[in-house]
């Protein structure tokens, strides 16, 4: 997906970008910044799982519609129970002045592991909005504000 989204941005003929990604895809959002720091003028990662491993779970699609694709999560689980331990170590290559925004205890996401990448991050800064893991969903007036109060701050 990290591939994708540099050929989605050379396509468009998009130099260097603000990026903005929940969870899964905010894995792929670090991950091109770690990979493409010169792409990346802003980073802000939304309630997004620190690279360590994890003991999987048993996956069990939720009934009814989803508003994503279950394909991927079974595609892509395995990556994320297991990252590549590079994931974690280079973190320290993002050079985007990054944003964590953190659901708080409400969420799955363990919220010590957000705050790793902030400290692994240079000049990464954590905000929490105690809504759960679908901050922008549950708190979207708090999480559109402290996005666009980050984005609109000049570079330090």
Not at 39 to 44: E, P
Request: cysteine-free.
């Amino acid at each position: 997906m990290r591939d994708d989204l540099r050929r989605f941005l050379d396509t468009l003929e998009l130099d260097a970008v603000d990026l903005v990604g929940h969870s899964l895809g905010g894995v792929v959002a670090y991950l091109f910044a770690q990979d493409r720091p010169a792409r990346v003028r802003r980073l802000v990662l939304e309630d997004v799982p620190v690279p360590r491993p994890r003991e999987p779970r048993a996956l069990s699609r939720p009934e009814g519609d989803l508003t994503f694709d279950w394909a991927v999560v079974e595609a892509v689980r395995r990556q994320i129970d297991r990252p590549d331990p590079v994931w974690l170590e280079r973190l320290g290559r993002i050079t985007a002045r990054t944003l964590l925004v953190a659901g708080g205890p409400r969420s799955h996401v363990p919220q010590d592991g957000i705050a790793e990448m902030a400290r692994r991050i240079p000049g990464g800064r954590v905000v929490t909005i105690p809504v759960g893991h679908l901050v922008h969903q549950e708190a979207p007036a708090a999480f559109t504000e402290a996005v666009t109060a980050f984005l609109r701050t000049e570079d330090e």
